[in-house]
């Protein structure tokens, strides 16, 4: 199985950036398709960010897209999230996940995830 830990979360003011790590457990990093998630209290999950397992594409939901930049190092098993120009509606309990590849490359069906880690933006 995949151990995921996130860390890097805080309290941060608007305008701000924090930079997220997703620490897995596998020796084969490069077999999973990796995601960042997150959840305000009284919304819906939403997928915010993937990347490819070798990192060649990734995708933004429009929330962040120009904010957050997802990456990956396969080498040292790490996920990042840095996100810049945070806004309060970016508070939420932030996630990382994992799924093999070979099932493609969305936001359904993941099978491995962190316990999260809290993200919140004010003044």
């Known amino acids: 199985q995949v151990h995921l830990v996130e860390s890097g979360g805080g309290l941060v003011q608007p305008g701000g950036s924090l930079k997220l790590s997703c620490a897995a457990s596998?020796?084969?990093?490069?077999?999973?398709?990796m995601a960042w998630f997150r959840q305000a209290p009284g919304k819906e999950r939403e997928g915010i960010s993937l990347i490819t397992n070798a990192g060649g594409n990734t995708y933004y939901a429009d929330s962040v897209k120009g904010r957050f930049t997802i990456s990956r190092d396969n080498a040292r098993k790490t996920v990042y999230l840095q996100m810049n120009n945070l806004k309060p509606d970016d508070t939420a309990t932030y996630y990382c996940?994992?799924?093999?590849?070979?099932?493609?490359?969305?936001?359904?069906?993941?099978?491995?995830w962190g316990q999260g880690t809290q993200v919140t933006v004010s003044s």
């Open positions: 596998t020796f084969t990093l490069n077999d999973y398709t």
């Open positions: 996940a994992a799924r093999p590849a070979y099932k493609g490359a969305d936001f359904g069906g993941y099978d491995y």
